[in-house]
């Protein structure tokens, strides 16, 4: 079902006249039909890893593709653009559930969608390796030829980097003559037409001169850049860069596809949209192994086991890792002997490719040795391309490296290289990126000196872009544990395995005292699968700061392993993880370890609910507290955090279920998603008010600010603030709608001998000075338990203050902090207050009236009852008022006066900051706490 954005943006695309389809000139018919005919024949199938063995096609009409739409902008990877993916993955599936994803179909990038100004002449097609970029580009090309889509172009051209790489001394039109021979006699009338021609150039990545695309013209013979003929000779890489700026054929249009780690190295300012592709969805997944099985139980079997499997699963989302981890599978069905129903799958990514390239060898095994020397041989290619960004290689540099002399390997070389038919000149690709970092990391993992080690790992870690990331994960899992590859490569070199694990233990070790820690590192540890030492390092970590680190599914999964391996731990902070509910169930049977855990700016949502609460009614939780703040969470997801508050089991004593305040909240840019608030309705109070009457309930600090509660949630909680087995102290409740009414229900309750309120945070309801009048009948009550209340921007004025200082000047009232901030606060009211700073009964040390109206008169009342000695006055706050202009006389001799006697007082005045202050506390911390 389309997505309302998606629906909105498509009901609102508009296609300019001159791009509306006409008919194909009869000047270039005889053309047009032979050019259809060919790319219908060249692309009616596809031949990847989309079939069950490779080699089987399949239609491309039975191929879907999701592209989510989006302005062109610059990925800035951190890590392997696999893993990364991961992340966005689950970011879209989310947006998708909430009816926010953009998404766009295929047959419209170039039409001007709602966002746009122009109709954009240069797209971007984006897409981790293995994800469809090519199949995708086929689609396209034969539907095309079928006269289905994108009928305003007359001609499409598409071409593969991999075909133009090695042209040099080329015009665009002898670029086109090389894949299209057939269109020589037609080509001027053609191209004179440039807007009915559109390019699609395939795996930019692949280009040789990658370079180019940096810069703008820089070529003698290029000066005149508006007048390029298309006779104009130069290299194809050059003759692609100007035609994506837009400064060859006029008018034309271009479609390219890259990956994110190629992408991220190019300035491209002129790719105005771009379009990435999604990967396979749940739905697609299961259809992937229905396709690949045919048998549907099997399949369905299979699926399912897949869909268990923490690590295996979220690989899935590209179509290429489906191919593997079916081919992984079948091989072992196999070998099963008829047990289907639970084959055993590898737990690591570096098990995976170890399992899948046994299963290739063992398909052509001869003899060992034989394999031994082409593995090294391939693994020394391999680790070049690694280290240079090179995945496509021709016939020469297999012949450099001896991989075409024995013709009893070349069964085996047939099947991890694929090859493109389109190309006229032989090249050779890996299955996929990560196959080809698998045996580069396989050769250096045994030829490599024990003292070499330690640079070669420091190496590989070092690339920003996580070039290398795989290949340490993998090297670090070959080295550090058995793998059944060694059958091929002989056994591994205990002083090497040494080394490694002594590597990967510092670097898990430099993480002990960072407050936010690298995950990487526990990847590795993960990968070594070492248990003696994953088990001692572990129990030394208390504290796990991962804030800001966007962690997938997979990440997850290694963290969960991990923490396993701890004993108690003091704090876990996933604050703005970008954690989904599937993650956090993957996390839920080690939550229970932390004492406190902030998951802050997340995507829980009530289902990620159903997880957590698991956790807090384990026998063995440790959790006590709680931060929530801003995660989608609907009165479903209170109703489960309900039931384990009253569990016995749980231990849980500080929540928070609130929401950042609006006008100071931030969020960083890099954030596409918006993170939705948490809504507390009437239902959801409902089943917190039962949940807080509960005799197992030990909540003692609730926070529920921003978070909508009026008069009628109020009623709710009241009850329960009444409850003898309540044992909230601590209540924050600023920026809601209390209003005057909430304010009353709320004095009743704070009038109860049950209710054990001593911090009341009311900043933002609006109750105004009648609620004030209700709130001091509670301060002056002999059950009042209150030592700090924030009032902030209620618009108490000084009628309010009135009221309020009747009850501060009780014998009952044990108010210690009182916050005044934003209350149009007068001299009269700064009046009364001074006699309230006099009073024997007073027991005031924090007074916040900061952005008041209080002028000289009001601030010389207070500093003068800064003389008494029942002033027990420790920080006043008297910025932002009306009176700006401070005697510096009289005031000095005032404060100076009273600080002798309390040199750690803290007082703060309109042009200065405090007097022998130790510390500034923010507007932000005030106008939160108070």
Known sequence: MESQVEQQMESTVKVPEEFIPVPVPDSVMDYWKQHTAFLNETYRKISPAFGKKKGKQILLNDYAVQLIAGPAYQPQLQQHEILSGIGKYEEWQQQSCQNELQTVQYDHLFQIQSNEQDRPTT?????????????????ISHEWAQAQIYQEFHFMLPFNFNDLRNLENVSISDMILHSYPYLKDGLEIILQDPKRVLFIFDGLEESNGTDNYNHGVAEENSENVPHLSPEWKTSSANIINHLLRGELLQGCSVLFTITPTAFQALDLPFIKKHAEIMGFSEEQRRCYFLQFFEDPKISEEMYQCVKKHSMLYPLCYIPTYCWIICSIMEATLKTSKGHKSDPHLPITIT??????????????????????????????????????????????????????????????????????????KKLYTFLHLTVQEFIAALMKSVHTRSDDITSLLDEASQHSDGRGEMFLKFFIGLTSSNNLLQEFVGKKDEKITNNVLDWVKQKVEAQLDREFIDIDAFGYLYESQNTALTQTLMKK???????????????????????????????????????????????????HKSKHINLNKNYIGDLGMKWLSEALKSPHTQIQNLELEKNSIKSEGIKFISEALKSANCKLKNLKLGNEIPEWGHFPNTWKLQLADNELDELGMKYLSEALQNPHCKLQELWLHNIGIGEAHMKLLAVALKSPHCKIQELKLFHNNLGKDGAKLLSEALQSPHCHIRSLALGGNNIGAPGVQFLSEALKSPHSKIVKLGLSKNQVEDEGIKWLTEALMSHHCKIQSLGLHMNNVENSGAELLSKVLQSPHNDIQ???????????????????????????????????????????SEVYKLVTEYMKTRPHAEIRLPTRGWFCGNAIMSMKQHLETF
């Open 123 to 139: 797209v971007l097609i984006l897409g981790v390796a293995g994800i469809g970029k090519t199949t995708l580009v086929q689609k």
């Open 351 to 424: 098990q995976l490719y170890s399992s899948f390239i046994y299963n290739m060898l063992k398909c052509h095994s001869n003899s060992s040795k034989d394999f031994s020397a082409v593995l090294q041989q391939l693994g020394e290619m391999s680790y070049m391309g690694v280290c240079n960004n090179v995945t496509v290689f021709d016939e020469s540099q297999l012949s450099k490296y001896n991989l075409q002399s024995s013709q009893a390997l070349s069964g085996f070389l047939q099947d991890i290289f694929q090859t493109d038919p389109s190309c006229k």
């Open 541 to 591: 970590f208390s504290e796990i700061g991962l804030r800001h680190r966007k962690l997938s599914a997979l990440e997850c999964s290694v963290l969960h392993a991990m923490l396993q391996h701890c004993n108690v731990i003091n704090n876990i902070n996933f604050e703005l993880c970008n954690i989904f509910p599937q993650s956090l169930r993957i996390l839920t049977p080690v939550l």
């Open 846 to 888: 924090y007074l916040g009236l900061m952005f008041n109206g209080i002028g000289e008169a009001g601030m010389t009342h207070l500093l003068e009852a800064l003389g008494s000695p029942h002033c027990k006055i420790q920080k006043l706050d008297l910025e932002h008022n009306s009176f700006h202009d401070v005697h510096e």
